[in-house]
């Protein structure tokens, strides 16, 4: 079952909502109205109990639908998911979301459960994201098939996690940095579609520039390594894989119901597959600003730019923890700033520019560094002394970097 039905869960025209509601705090009833707010195909709402919900004509099951469907959203107990299952195989339902929790992570009970619906919907051919999972959020087509309360701005961004706590997280810095997305996948347990072929899928999506995760275990090692390998060479992944520590690992499985294996396996893997693994959520947010935000740069090679020797020391230091070192200035870079700078600065990287600094000189600075061939991106740090004029420094800086495909970092 190729990534092919994957484009039924993420571009779907008919939606059937299972446990549709209109009671207020229910998730039957939030996945509702996000659809109605937003979605431009059809929704059908399924629910037994009513015949009108939010306005639309109510079906009493799954086997009663007229219309062809391309997702089924399931948010009933997981007991009744496997008829559910059933009923969307004999319709041939494209692919289904689960929202509902119980499954393997409660233990022995939850898990046959989960293997009943695996049989059916692998021999029925039936994608199924889930179950104990957030939804799918997909903002550049208008479709919110999650019970998040807010849909994120589009963007080029797409964000998979296994934890629907992490996802509420990134959404809400999300919203308060505009930072936009083009898909936004809670896979929960990973009954079936799993990291590998969220990958495989969105390496050939072209709305997605770049690829950010929150792993906790993976289950299918195999598949995610040879979809990781071919994927990072053209777009950027990014991994926060949690469960370091033996007992942080013991802590993910009984949340999700999987071993989370070695930590050094993980780092010898991420490395081969050209994946970069971030150490903190702080970290992720900043990976994900800066992918939504800036073009990637085309390799580490790092000026710093500095009107203090002590904050240039500190940055270097930090490169250094990375395995990095800043770029060495080549001759005609030397020469160029020696046009300008005062005689006395420190004509390598990090290149301090020296506390009187006005803002021509931090602006010709970056001018040179941006015309360098050894330099890939500038990061610039403003220290306030009594010389310095801030915010003229910071107007100056961005009507240089206009129309620049540059990465440019402030501190």
């Known amino acids: 079952m190729g990534q092919y039905n994957l484009d039924r869960i993420f571009k779907p025209q008919h939606i ?110 039936l994608r199924i994201v889930g179950p104990n999972c957030m939804g799918i959020i997909r903002p550049g087509v208008n479709l919110n098939a999650s019970f998040a309360s807010e849909m994120p701005v589009s963007g080029n961004l797409a964000f998979v996690s296994q934890s629907g706590a992490i996802c509420t997280a990134i959404l809400d810095l999300a919203l308060k940095e505009n930072i936009g997305f083009s898909h936004f996948v809670s896979t929960g347990s990973m009954l079936d579609v799993d990291f590998g072929d969220m990958i495989d899928y969105l390496g050939n999506d072209s709305s997605a520039k770049s690829i950010l995760l929150y792993i906790e275990s993976l289950t299918n090692f195999r598949k995610f390594m040879s979809a990781a390998r071919s994927v990072s060479r053209v777009k950027p992944i990014i991994v926060l894989k949690s469960g370091r520590s033996p007992a942080g690992a013991k802590a993910a499985a009984s949340h999700t119901g999987a071993m989370a294996g070695k930590d050094a396996v993980y780092d010898a893997a991420f490395k081969r597959a050209g994946i970069v693994r971030v150490e903190t959520i702080e970290e992720l947010f900043d990976c994900a600003e800066l992918m939504s935000k800036q073009p990637g740069p085309r390799g580490p090679r790092l000026a710093i730019v500095t009107n203090g020797g002590g904050p240039g020391v500190m940055a270097t230091d930090t490169l250094a923890k990375y395995g990095e070192e800043p770029a060495p200035l080549d001759p005609e870079t030397i020469q160029a700033l020696d046009q300008f700078l005062p005689p006395f600065w420190s004509r390598s990287n990090p290149i301090d520019i020296l506390g009187d600094a006005s803002p021509e000189r931090f602006a010709q600075t970056l001018d040179v560094c941006f015309n360098s061939k050894n330099i890939d991106g500038v990061l610039v740090i403003l220290a306030p002394q009594a010389l310095t004029a801030p915010i003229a420094v910071a107007k100056t800086l961005v009507s240089t970097m206009k129309g620049r495909q540059f990465p440019v970092f402030t501190c």
């Open 16 to 125: 059937a909502v299972v446990g549709a509601s209109e009671k207020s705090g229910t998730i039957g009833n939030a996945l509702m109205k996000n659809l109605v707010n937003g979605f431009s195909g059809t929704v059908f709402p399924v629910n037994p109990n009513h015949k009108i919900i939010h306005g639309y004509d109510t079906f009493k099951s799954v086997s009663g639908l007229q219309t062809e469907v391309d997702l089924a959203i399931i948010a009933t107990p997981i007991h009744t998911v496997v008829d559910i299952i059933s009923e969307c195989v004999e319709k041939k339902v494209g692919g289904a979301i689960i929202i509902s929790a119980g499954g393997k992570e409660t233990g022995e009970k939850g898990k046959d459960i989960e293997e009943k619906i695996q049989q059916i919907a692998y021999a029925g051919g």
